[in-house]
């Protein structure tokens, strides 16, 4: 997926690896990345966060209470806001922020 705007991820977004554990997922965002609180990137049918790529050349936020899953390439800072849970890694140019939030 490509978006040329910036992205703001709302609800519950399915990620589907239809039975393939190898199922990869790439995401390129031109603008800026931010979540919704309490939304999930969920995972589904063998999908896994190792797969998963968000390239992202502005600057992401993971609100509050929010579940994410994947690698985050960032061109502008990372902020992981209170109580949001990120499972992958967080890298990019500028600076991660974690406010009372869990990496894993």
């Given at each position: 997926m490509h978006s040329t705007a910036a992205l703001a991820l709302t609800?519950?977004?399915?990620?589907?690896?239809?039975?393939?554990?190898?199922?990869?997922?790439?995401?390129?965002?031109?603008?800026?990345?931010?979540?919704?609180?309490?939304?999930?990137?969920l995972l589904v049918n063998g999908a896994q966060a190792a797969n998963v790529m968000w390239q992202v050349q502005g600057a992401v936020g993971l609100v509050a209470s929010s579940r994410f899953a994947?690698?985050?390439?960032?061109?502008?800072?990372?902020?992981?806001?209170?109580?949001?849970?990120?499972?992958g890694r967080a890298l990019t140019y500028g600076a991660v922020t974690l406010a009372g939030s869990t990496l894993s």
């Open positions: 609800g519950t977004p399915t990620l589907d690896g239809q039975s393939d554990p190898d199922a990869v997922f790439i995401v390129q965002v031109d603008a800026a990345l931010t979540t919704a609180a309490g939304s999930t990137v994947g690698t985050v390439l960032a061109a502008g800072g990372i902020t992981v806001g209170a109580d949001a849970r990120l499972a």
